[in-house]
């Protein structure tokens, strides 16, 4: 049977750490498959931490209620025996957020023999924002890249990757995200999102607290890393702030609203158009309305105006809220063709399914290897 391997920053926690989300779907869907995987993340990673200075030990363990067979093995990155963990593995891939130590040593273990396919899954900006700082990680050994958009893959095409450079989006996970139909909605608005770094604070007032506070909607958020004047502001435009929400729950979060919001982070938006946040594929997921604030949607993953609605200024998003909060029929619209969006192109079955072409292409057909093993 066909194994596989993941490096990343962590599965156990999704604080502040969206790319658990999407990696979470991969691994469960390759092991609904048949695939045998193993998962490793550093045991001191900051998400981790942080998330267990926030909710204790018990937040920490939340994720096994949720994807009890996710399987996990937490390292020491100092001392870790790489030639080990991967003996008899098919397929490698290293996410970019991987201590570079690490990275290094896998591609090591590759250039000299390691008989497997080595992929490098990168989810950021950094390529374009900070190309130096990437150009310090060592992939010479790797033989690939998927890169969640097709403006970064074109990044690494002009650093020399050529045909071995593979775009490859996040999705929803399925299992987990999906319409909770029995729940009533309690409020007009959710938005699940973190405060970060100011990388769209001007954003978040001009398309999320303005519009919510001049219509007067019953609105909750979630999310962590609000300053202290983020979070006045919220207060002072009678929004309910909750802090830090379990991507797991989200589905339920966004079932108890009528409608929620995608704010692009400017970086993405400006440098790497084409790539939205995982929230907007979890929330058409979720059959939820949605309106977003500007992103050119240059690959065509969805269609603006039917799959959601684009708010192209403040103004015209609070019209386009109004007019939700005052439409059943086209909030049901659009929560049905975004749904159902979802299910046909952006799941993570979608993309197991584009990994194992991948590999195919690159000469490592473990689809072939896992059909051999069956019979």
Request: charged share 25%.
């Amino acid at each position: 049977m066909a194994t596989v391997a993941l490096f990343c920053h962590s599965l156990r926690s999704d604080w502040n750490h969206g790319n658990a989300h999407f990696l979470r779907g991969v691994v469960g869907e390759l092991q609904h498959r048949g695939y045998l995987v193993r998962a490793f993340e550093p045991e001191n990673g900051w998400s981790a931490q942080n998330l267990a200075a926030d909710g204790g030990r018990a937040a920490l363990d939340a994720w096994r209620r949720v994807y009890p067979h996710l399987p996990v093995t937490v390292y020491d990155p100092g001392g870790f025996d790489v030639e080990r963990a991967l003996d008899g593995i098919d397929l490698v891939l290293v996410h970019e957020w991987t201590d570079p130590v690490v990275v290094t040593q896998v591609a090591a273990l590759r250039r000299t023999g390691g008989n497997f396919l080595l992929l490098f899954h990168d989810t950021h900006h950094r390529m374009v924002s900070a190309p130096d700082e990437m150009a310090r990680l060592d992939l010479d050994g790797f033989d690939g890249v998927l890169a969640f958009g097709e403006t970064l893959r074109e990044a690494y095409r002009r650093r020399g990757w050529g045909q071995q450079v593979f775009t490859w989006h996040e999705a929803a996970d399925l299992r987990v995200f999906g319409p909770r139909l029995d729940q009533v909605p309690e409020r007009d608005l959710v938005w699940i999102g973190n405060w970060a770094d100011d990388e769209r604070a001007a954003e978040l007032r001009e398309f999320l607290i303005e519009p919510i506070a001049a219509l007067g909607l019953s609105a909750r958020i979630h999310g962590v890393r609000y300053p202290a004047a983020a979070r006045a502001a919220l207060a002072e435009s009678g929004i309910a702030y909750t802090g830090y929400l379990p991507n797991f729950a989200v589905p339920e979060a966004f079932a108890a609203a009528r409608m929620t919001l995608h704010v692009p982070r400017r970086p993405y938006a400006r440098m790497l158009p084409g790539i939205p946040t995982i929230r907007m594929f979890e929330a058409l997921a979720c059959g939820i309305p949605l309106v977003s604030a500007p992103w050119h949607d240059c690959e065509n993953l969805f269609t603006a105006g039917e799959d959601y609605l684009v708010a192209r200024n403040g103004d015209e998003m609070r019209r386009l809220l109004a007019g939700l909060c005052r439409d059943p029929a086209q909030r049901a619209e659009l929560a049905a063709r975004g749904q159902a969006v979802i299910a046909a192109r952006h799941s993570c079955a979608n993309r197991v399914d584009e990994l194992l072409g991948i590999c195919a292409a690159l000469g490592r057909d473990i689809r072939e290897a896992k059909t051999m093993a069956l019979t």
